[in-house]
């Protein structure tokens, strides 16, 4: 399998209100991220809300450039692909289906828009397009011809699924893609993706904040924590021997089902820090049970041996100094 998407130590921070004689507060959301998608793959990326997820997708898309580091795609820099080109190897599709249609454009005309964009074939045969993947993602040909208001969240996200694979992009990058919809719809679109992925031969990156979704799709997951990733590993490596202790607390818990909630239940008894003073050394460590004085200090390496850990505890088996 070849790499599709490289990203190395990409880091992207925002800065935040204004103070005239101090420092301004700075949120660093990415940072020093290492990311590899191989070709094939679903690879979810989990973490609380806040933990930087979808800056990092954002930057995957190209919507928001990093200020360090790179990001290849199928090889390329992404900072020298032609938007046309960026369109047809990765396009998204995000939570809301409500916001992100346009609300005065009948459905099938939202589907062929990107066709149009990309000067791809005369309106009929983007006509003809669109309504063939509108029934391909499971909606009638009815459908085509009416407005985004008059479909239920489940047909929406639908809509939103075929205007992203109607250029056949290679990747798609799903950022919460259920989180809106009732859970029985939910299993249905998770369905869909899956499904479109084998016939289409997809590669998803595909954030949320749902374990028990990304146990579903995934077949590897990397795991965020206030702006880097502390664990990444196949999901069967995830969900049956966890190493990270952040992991481990996720799997514990029952996270909240959408992103903008706050901070879910970790069972770790201290509330997730300010990220505009995020602690020092691992920045897991206040709610760790396992944290020893060096976590206080050291940030931990990312350490490759088997799967991908960013963690005291497997640096020379101790966390004390
Ligand atoms: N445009 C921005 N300006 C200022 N701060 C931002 C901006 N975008 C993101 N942030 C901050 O960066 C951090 C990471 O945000 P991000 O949206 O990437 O997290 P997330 O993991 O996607 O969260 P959620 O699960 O709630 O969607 C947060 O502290 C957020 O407030
Ligand atoms: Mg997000």
Do not use: W
């Amino acid at each position: 399998m070849n790499a599709l998407i490289e990203a190395r130590g990409v880091s992207r921070q925002f800065v935040v209100g204004q103070r005239l004689f101090a420092a301004k507060p700075v949120i660093r959301a990415v940072i020093d991220v290492d990311l590899t998608v191989l070709s094939g793959e679903v690879l979810g990326i989990v973490g609380e809300s806040g933990s930087g997820k979808s800056t990092l997708g954002k930057m995957l898309l190209g919507l928001i450039a990093p200020d360090r580091g790179t990001i290849r795609m199928a090889g390329e820099d992404l900072t020298a692909i032609e938007r046309r080109t960026l369109a047809r190897l990765i396009q998204p599709v995000f939570q809301d289906p409500y916001s992100s249609l346009n609300p005065r454009k009948r459905v099938a005309a939202i589907v062929a828009l990107p066709l149009a964009v990309l000067g791809i074939g005369s309106a009929k045969e983007r006509r003809a397009r669109a309504t063939a993947m509108l029934e391909r993602v499971g909606l009638p040909a009815r459908d085509a011809e009416v407005y985004p208001s008059e479909l239920s969240g489940g047909q929406r996200q639908r809509v939103a699924i075929a205007r992203a694979l109607i250029v056949g992009p290679k990747i798609v990058l799903l950022d919460e893609p259920t989180s809106a919809l009732d859970v029985s719809v939910q299993s249905q679109i998770l369905n869909l993706l899956l499904d479109l992925r084998n016939d289409l031969g997809l590669t998803y990156v595909f954030i949320s904040h749902n374990l028990a979704v990304v146990e579903h799709v995934a077949t590897r997951v990397a795991v965020m924590y206030l702006g880097r990733i502390v664990e990444a590993a196949d999901r069967e490596a995830i969900f049956l021997n966890p190493r990270h202790p952040y992991t481990r607390a996720l799997l514990d818990s029952v996270l909240t089902p959408e992103p903008g909630l706050g901070v879910p239940d970790t069972g770790l008894g201290l509330a997730f820090p300010n990220p505009l003073d995020p602690p020092a050394g691992c920045a897991f460590h206040p709610r760790c049970p396992e944290a020893g004085p060096r976590c206080r200090i050291e940030v931990p390496r990312v350490l490759r041996e088997a799967g991908l850990v960013a963690c005291h505890l497997y640096d020379g088996g101790t966390s004390a100094a």
